[in-house]
């Protein structure tokens, strides 16, 4: 499975965009970039997810780099209730049934 | 709506003691479903996928079983615990082989004594 590089942890301040990467450069050109945020004691949820171009929805954006090996996931404005652990995975799709590998992800300090 | 129900919430059981995990989802026909086990608070583990009836998959040797006797309903069983046993499992589903991403169950704290 192509792996992930992520920072262990990242901080900002409420109000603030916050900026996540993820490098992963042995991508294959079928590879989802799935993002996945998990509080405490709680089952990851889903972010966000992408193929090539970027993607917005109502919780974050997704920056896809041209090559794809690295996106960014955007905050627009942090919350409180955005500190987690942020997950950036590849997902191959059909050909692994929709596993998912998660890394160590980056824990989000979100300071008041 | 799709939604997925996971339970116990916490369990402590002793070891050698057997195990059942039920994991049941609603709302959605011939989902994917997955079993993840997280046991240092990050990072989940795979341990089993089914893509249908009666159709599992391990991804790890251990002391673990799962099965699938309905379509939205998925169960992990162990026969008797170990004390490795011990960690967080999340139970998942997909569509289109995550396509559209994955929903994960609000998880089973077990702890193995």
């Known amino acids: 499975d192509a792996k992930t590089t992520q920072p262990n942890s990242m901080e900002s301040n409420e109000e603030e965009p916050v900026h996540l990467p993820c490098n992963h450069s042995?991508?294959?050109?079928?590879?989802?970039i799935h993002w996945y945020r998990q509080l405490p004691s709680q089952g990851p949820e889903y972010v966000i997810h992408?193929?090539?171009s970027n993607v917005n929805n109502r919780m974050a954006s997704l920056a896809i780099a041209e090559d794809r090996k690295s996106s960014t996931l955007i905050l627009h404005r942090a919350t409180l209730r955005d500190a987690a652990v942020y997950y950036c995975?590849?997902?191959?799709?059909?050909?692994?049934?929709?596993?998912?590998?998660f890394g160590q992800g980056t824990i989000l300090t979100v300071h008041p | 709506s799709q939604t997925i129900h996971q339970w116990p919430a916490t369990l402590v059981q002793p070891v050698g003691s057997p195990l059942s995990l039920e994991c049941t989802v609603e709302?959605?026909?011939?989902?994917?479903l997955y079993w993840y086990r997280q046991a240092a608070g990050r990072g989940l583990q795979l341990l089993f996928y089914?893509?249908?009836?009666?159709?599992i998959s391990s991804e790890v040797p251990q002391n673990l079983s799962a099965s699938r006797p309905q379509d939205r309903q998925f169960i992990l069983s162990s026969k008797k615990l170990l004390l490795s046993d011990s960690g967080f499992y999340l139970c998942?589903?997909?569509?289109?082989?995550?396509?559209?991403?994955?929903?994960f169950g609000s998880g089973t704290r077990l702890t193995v004594v």
């Open positions: 998942a589903w997909s569509q289109n082989q995550g396509a559209n991403g994955y929903t």
């Open positions: 042995t991508i294959s050109g079928t590879d989802y």
């Open positions: 992408g193929l090539t």
């Open positions: 995975i590849l997902n191959a799709g059909g050909t692994s049934y929709g596993k998912l590998t």
């Open positions: 709302g959605t026909s011939n989902p994917n």
């Open positions: 089914s893509v249908g009836i009666g159709q």
